[in-house]
């Protein structure tokens, strides 16, 4: 997928605009290049000449203010209005096959209007020659960051780069603009300077004759393009559009002439039409006589009419020549190309087959390893793992992410609303892994590391947490005793064995002087903030008073910096000691006058808080002892 001009349009240098079409006439004496906004109608000029109008007419204009935004190369405005409106490809070539200078060589001698394209599958950028008439100018976007290239050195990397290239006509005629003295409609593009509609089309390109400003008429204004050779250089500008009255410049250079098949007409003092007649080396130079002169006697010559014919006559006959010489290359380009895309499309066939075999190994391996699964828990034999590591390296290796099988069923939200049921929500539930480690060559302590983390307390709390406590609370009616943790519970997105919360800066040794706490289970949401901690006591005595203390002092540090901490739980595999209890109670008491109804729940000096949960862990289940639900 190439770049689309419009969508850069925003980027352009932006500027007010106002006067209606005396405004616009403005910008056409500075030969604008860009896009003028007025109303929500958009006009786009190239070198001074409109090309392209969308979502409006030319009308729109006509005292309105707006803004005009200029275009980084004069080509922009134009590719934008091809990329709209295009015939579609003709033709397709193989930069290796056929280069690009080559094909522009082509293009430019037989007069294309239209442009090139070189995109697909190119990952160095995207890379455009826009043609009107066979003159070119290039423009290319470079890189990820899409940086803009033009002239010369955007069609020397187009010519270097390797790829498929697209060449689609496009016929884009310019929009004659009112004069600013005018009001109402332009006048008409069909050759009659008082009647017709010589507006474009909305969102279409507008018509490619008409009269210009002051009301003076059947010359046609083109954008002017580079030279089709030199991709880049800046041409020479046109001559006024009157020139039928005013002789050259000499010092000027003028457009390239359009071919005709015709032989041209003669005009007086035998010039052909459009060459002016021969002049004396000395002396000034001087007008054509326009006296009328009798006819000629038959039998009469007139050696320098026949002359000029002549050699117009050879000039055409040796552009058909070249024309046919074109023809017949494109076509030898085609028949080449023909056999190319063949060619890939038998080399993409063997793809799909060596993929389809892949696919059908890769599913044979699956079925293998899962039946040395099965043998292994049948048989009680476990491969040797290529590393043994700690049950804590483990741990500290290993995020755990809470994710649905079907987001519209059963999930922690609809079931804090009430909805679905415990096994419902366990069947819909995902916890997929993300560890620091090779989890298929990794063992601890010699088991497979899938049987260590899901007999370990760490996951089987966690997978009560989110599949279990919501329906507790809820069957229990805690939702208002709990509010902020039965709350906390749908946001629960990443878990973290073996926890860090740090928020601080950092002293001139690069330590952090701020929040740095630790904890066996941390509890996120998507934007990574703390819910829920927890502190695993996996020890057969039982949670003194000293175990306690140290999980509420490091909570109550989250929790002061961390507004989000809804609950701290402490979990273990024994029971706690009447002293630990003791001081649940005093960390969760409130004030003699407090209403809260919130249970177990710990103030902070933020006037926020959290709540305090003490869980006992046997048998594969999980108590919640504080608060009693």
């Known amino acids: 997928m190439g770049t689309r001009v419009v969508d850069h349009i925003d980027s352009w240098t932006e500027q007010s605009f106002d006067g209606g079409y005396e405004g616009l006439q403005q910008l056409v004496d500075r030969d604008f290049s860009g896009v003028v906004r007025a109303g929500g109608t958009e006009l786009y000029m190239t070198r001074g000449v409109a090309v392209g109008i969308r979502y409006g007419e030319v009308t729109d204009f006509e005292s309105a203010a707006g803004t005009a935004l200029a275009a980084p190369a004069p080509a922009l405005p134009l590719l934008a209005v091809m990329q709209e409106h295009n015939d579609g490809v003709r033709d397709e070539f193989y930069s290796e096959q056929t280069p690009l200078s080559e094909v522009d060589e082509t293009l430019a001698s037989g007069g294309f209007s239209g442009y090139v394209e070189l995109s697909e599958n190119v990952l160095s950028g995207d890379y455009y020659v826009v043609y009107h008439r066979g003159r070119s100018m290039a423009v290319a976007f470079v890189g990820q960051s899409k940086r803009l290239e033009s002239g010369e050195a955007a069609f020397e990397l187009a010519d270097d780069e390797v790829g498929i290239y697209q060449v689609r006509p496009a016929s884009v005629d310019h929009i004659e603009l009112p004069d600013p003295g005018a009001t109402g409609e332009t006048d008409g593009a069909t050759g009659d300077a008082a009647a017709g509609d010589g507006r474009g089309a909305t969102g279409q390109t507008g018509s490619g004759t008409g009269t210009r400003p002051g009301g003076e008429a059947g010359t046609e204004s083109v954008p ?13 500008p046109q001559p006024p559009a009157d020139t039928a009255s005013q002789p050259p410049d000499r010092g000027q250079a003028q457009p390239r002439a359009e071919v005709s098949d015709e032989p041209p007409e003669t005009g007086p003092a035998g010039a052909a039409d459009g060459v002016p007649a021969e002049q004396p080396d000395d002396g000034p130079a001087q007008q054509p006589d326009t006296t009328p002169k009798p006819p000629a006697e038959e039998g009469a010559t007139q050696p320098r009419t026949e002359a000029a014919e002549t050699g117009r006559s050879g000039q055409v006959a040796r552009l058909r020549g070249r024309l046919a010489e074109r023809e017949a290359e494109m076509e030898r380009l085609r028949a080449e190309l023909d056999e190319r895309t063949e060619e890939r499309a038998q080399l993409r066939s063997q793809l799909e087959t060596v993929r389809a075999e892949r696919e059908a190994l890769a599913s044979e391996v699956e079925e293998l390893e899962a039946e040395l699964d099965r043998l292994e828990r049948e048989f ?37 609303e009430g909805a679905g049921e415990r096994d419902e929500l366990r069947e819909n539930l995902r916890l997929e ?44 009616g805690g939702q208002s005793a709990l509010a902020d943790l039965d709350a906390a519970l749908p946001n629960i997105d990443r878990v973290e064995l073996d926890g860090r919360i740090r928020d601080g800066p950092a002293d001139e040794d690069g330590a952090e002087v701020g929040l740095d706490e630790s904890f066996d289970v941390v509890f996120r949401n998507r934007a990574g903030t703390p819910l829920l901690v927890a502190t695993l006591h996996e020890s057969d005595t039982a949670v003194t008073r000293s175990v306690l203390e140290r999980t509420l002092t490091a909570a109550e540090a989250v929790g002061e910096g961390v507004s989000e ?29 407090s ?32 608060p009693e639900l």
């Open 433 to 476: 892994r993300h560890t620091a480690f090779d989890e298929s060559v990794v063992g601890v302590e010699g088991r497979t590391y899938d049987a260590f983390l899901e007999d370990s307390l760490a996951f089987q709390f966690v997978e009560w947490v989110v599949a279990d406590l919501v329906f507790e609370i809820r069957e229990s």
């Open 380 to 416: 009680g034999v476990a491969r040797s793992p290529e590393r043994d590591i700690s049950p804590a390296e483990a741990l500290a290796g290993t995020d755990l992410f809470v994710r649905y099988h079907d987001k519209s069923g059963v999930t922690l939200e609809s079931a804090k």
């Open 224 to 236: 002017e393009t580079d030279s089709p050779s030199r991709p880049g250089t800046e041409p020479a």
């Open 565 to 593: 901490l809804a609950g701290a739980f402490v979990v273990t595999r024994s029971f706690f000691e009447p002293a630990a209890m003791d001081l649940t109670r005093e960390a969760t008491r409130s004030g003699f006058l």
């Open 595 to 626: 209403r809260d109804s919130r249970e177990s729940f710990v103030n902070t000096a933020r006037k926020e808080g959290y709540h305090l949960a003490l869980v006992e862990a046997r048998d594969g289940r999980f108590d919640l002892v504080v």
